[in-house]
C-alpha cells in the first residue's frame, strides 16, 4: 500500500506557476526631497499629487519646513507631498520608497509616533514631507505605514 501511494504520488503533475515578466516586477523610482518638517496650516491629513506651480505655490505658502523648499521643474516633475495631522511632539514623516508597478507609482512613507515609554508635549501639528519626481501619466498610491519609536535605552 505504501509503494501505490508513492507512485501514485510521484505520477501527479504539479502546476507549473507562470513565469514572471518585466511587467509583473516593480521598478524603484528615484526621487528628491523637497523639505519637511513639523507645522502646517493644513487641518486634516492630505495626501496630493500637485503638477503646477499654482497649485505648489499654495501648499508651500501653507507649510513650514525645517530648511527651505528646493525648486521643481513643472515642465518635467511633479510633486508627491505627505502630511498628517497629529495631536502631540515627537512625530516625523519620511517617504521611504517609491515604485512603479505596470500602470500605478506606489508612494510609501513612514509617519514615526513617540512610543508607550515618551513624555509627548501636547501641541498640534502637521507632519510633512514634499518630494519631486518625475512627471508620469501613472495613477498614484499612497501608502502610510506606521512606527512608533520608544525614548528610553532598552
Given amino acids: 500500500m505504501?509503494?501505490?501511494?508513492?507512485?501514485?504520488?510521484?505520477?501527479?503533475?504539479?502546476?507549473?506557476?507562470?513565469?514572471?515578466?518585466?511587467?509583473?516586477?516593480?521598478?524603484?523610482l528615484p526621487y528628491v526631497s523637497l523639505?519637511?518638517?513639523?507645522q502646517a496650516s493644513l487641518d486634516t491629513t492630505t495626501v496630493r499629487v500637485i503638477t503646477d506651480v499654482a497649485t505648489w505655490t499654495a501648499y508651500a505658502?501653507?507649510?513650514?519646513?525645517?530648511?527651505?523648499?528646493?525648486?521643481?521643474?513643472?515642465?518635467?516633475?511633479?510633486?508627491?507631498?505627505?502630511?498628517?495631522?497629529?495631536?502631540?511632539?515627537?512625530?516625523?514623516?519620511?517617504?521611504?520608497?517609491?515604485?512603479?508597478?505596470?500602470?500605478?507609482?506606489?508612494?510609501?512613507?513612514?509617519?514615526?509616533?513617540?512610543?508607550s515609554d515618551c513624555r509627548p508635549s501636547f501641541s498640534t501639528g502637521v507632519a510633512f514631507e514634499a518630494i519631486r519626481v518625475e512627471r508620469t501619466q501613472n495613477t498614484i498610491r499612497f501608502v502610510q505605514i506606521e512606527e512608533a519609536l520608544d525614548c528610553g535605552p532598552k
Fill in 61 to 115: 505658502d501653507s507649510l513650514q519646513p525645517l530648511m527651505p523648499f528646493t525648486s521643481v521643474d513643472f515642465e518635467t516633475e511633479m510633486v508627491l507631498l505627505a502630511a498628517v495631522d497629529v495631536n502631540s511632539g515627537g512625530y516625523d514623516l519620511r517617504f521611504e520608497l517609491l515604485e512603479s508597478l505596470r500602470d500605478t507609482v506606489v508612494a510609501t512613507y513612514r509617519l514615526f509616533s513617540p512610543g
Fill in 2 to 28: 505504501l509503494i501505490s501511494a508513492l507512485l501514485l504520488s510521484a505520477s501527479c503533475e504539479t502546476a507549473q506557476l507562470p513565469e514572471l515578466t518585466e511587467e509583473d516586477l516593480a521598478e524603484l
Fill in 35 to 38: 523639505g519637511r518638517g513639523l
